[in-house]
């Protein structure tokens, strides 16, 4: 852990977080630091994953939620709650019964910077982020940010995070002892194993055969990229106005047919931790076939590294995709269709879909590189959830954010 000075006393309660130990680890050190904290399980993955310090099991009806939880932050006389994603329903009433009563509501996830970020952000992230969306108040607060090194330092541990997930999930299938938990998955977590396991075993193969598909098609006229997302992830759901990828995909096909130069190709690129619960390759053969752009769009499975799909690339499109941030990293032009934190002028393109194709310049590049520095420094912590020493890493980066109340401010990484 690292030194750090003394700091008035508040009260965590921490809710649903990532499966691993980095809630537990994060409480321990503010117990430490001379903090107090509370944590509610609603279901038996989390009493998993939480170890030492005061719990409750929130045994109770979706329904009667909001009332429990208003209740307990004022019993407990909560200052701060720390949960993972601000738009699955337990925690949208629990943000809600918090921010009526003046309760701090931190939350974290994977990083918009990857690999090894993770976000701690003040009342929400993407479409709710409070980071500015004005380019001239970015550029003003990137005077006031360090640049970020962000040569990767961790790598999680696959096996470890496989076994931590499945562990949990499959534990909160169980009736007992929280009989009334409604899970926020779209799929039931034994298909969803099911169809990585089988993705996992082609993997190999589809990388290599993504490879070569980006090598033969580079000479043969402009590419674009579309980046799917995983569809349980609620940046589609909450922060757009598709349902799934399906919808977004019918959208950019429409539109690359009216769009596009004639030579152009349109990459697909398959999210790595796709489920493969859905035949993407036949699905993506009949609406191209439907938009007339088949022999146009090409799908790219397997694990091929986004930096050189998307460097090969005259431009993106996502519904929200933290890739974009990567592209306007790297300089290409970006087109989000849904909500993003990185939907700003100058950044990504704000025109029409069908003008994208051939009208979208590059990102600013002193706008991109200040957007860099403020969310490197405001919002993000260096480490991984799923595997040491990241995982220490990550922890000592939001101890010393949540301990000193400096959550959205401009700090320099830590070492190690």
Not at 16 to 37: K, N, V
Not at 48 to 66: H, I, M, S, V
Not at 304 to 317: E, N
Request: with cysteine; hydrophobic share 45%.
């Amino acid at each position: 852990m690292p030194f750090l000075p003394p700091a008035p006393p508040r009260r965590f309660l921490f809710l649903q977080g990532p499966i691993s130990p980095f809630f537990a680890e994060l409480a321990a050190g503010l117990r430490a630091h001379g903090h107090a904290t509370r944590r509610i399980n609603l279901c038996l993955g989390d009493r998993l994953f939480w170890q030492g310090g005061e719990a409750t099991d929130y045994r109770g009806r979706a329904e009667d939620w909001p009332d429990f939880v208003a209740g307990f932050l004022e019993r407990e006389r909560i200052t701060d709650l720390v949960l993972l994603g601000e738009q699955r329903p337990y925690h949208k009433a629990a943000i809600a019964a918090a921010r009526a009563r003046g309760v701090a509501v931190t939350v974290t996830d994977y990083g918009y910077l990857r690999p090894d970020w993770i976000v701690l952000e003040r009342d929400g992230m993407g479409a709710e982020s409070r980071f500015p969306r004005d380019p001239a108040a970015i550029l003003a607060l990137a005077e006031v940010c360090p640049e970020p090194d962000l040569t990767q330092r961790h790598a999680d541990d696959f096996a470890l995070q496989a076994r931590w997930d499945v562990t949990h999930h499959l534990a909160s299938l169980l009736p007992w002892p929280f009989p009334h938990y409604r899970s926020y998955l779209l799929h039931h977590p034994i298909a969803a194993y099911l169809g990585t396991g089988l993705r996992l075993l082609r993997r190999r193969a589809e990388t290599a055969r993504a490879a070569a598909a980006l090598a033969a098609l580079a000479p043969r006229g402009p590419l674009w990229l579309f980046a799917m997302q995983m569809e349980n992830d609620y940046s589609i759901r909450a922060y757009s106005d598709f349902p799934d990828n399906d919808a977004a995909l019918r959208l950019v096909l429409a539109s690359f047919a009216r769009g596009a130069p004639a030579d152009a190709r349109l990459l697909v690129k398959v999210h790595p931790l796709d489920p493969g619960l859905k035949r993407w390759g036949a699905r993506l053969a009949r609406l191209a076939a439907e938009a007339g752009v088949a022999g146009r769009v090409h799908l790219l499975d397997g694990a091929l590294p986004a930096d050189p799909v998307i460097l090969g690339c005259r431009g993106v499109v996502t519904i929200n995709s933290t890739l974009a941030v990567q592209a306007i990293v790297l300089g290409r032009p970006v087109l989000a269709l849904g909500r993003a934190i990185y939907q700003v002028p100058g950044l990504a393109w704000q025109g029409t879909v069908d003008a994208f194709w051939q009208q979208a310049p590059p990102p600013d590049p002193l706008l991109a590189a200040a957007f860099l520095r403020g969310i490197a420094a405001c919002l993000h912590v260096r480490g991984r959830f799923y595997g040491r020493p990241g995982l220490d890493v990550a922890v000592a980066g939001a101890l010393r954010r949540l301990h000193l109340n400096l959550v959205n401010q401009p700090l320099p990484d830590l070492p190690g």
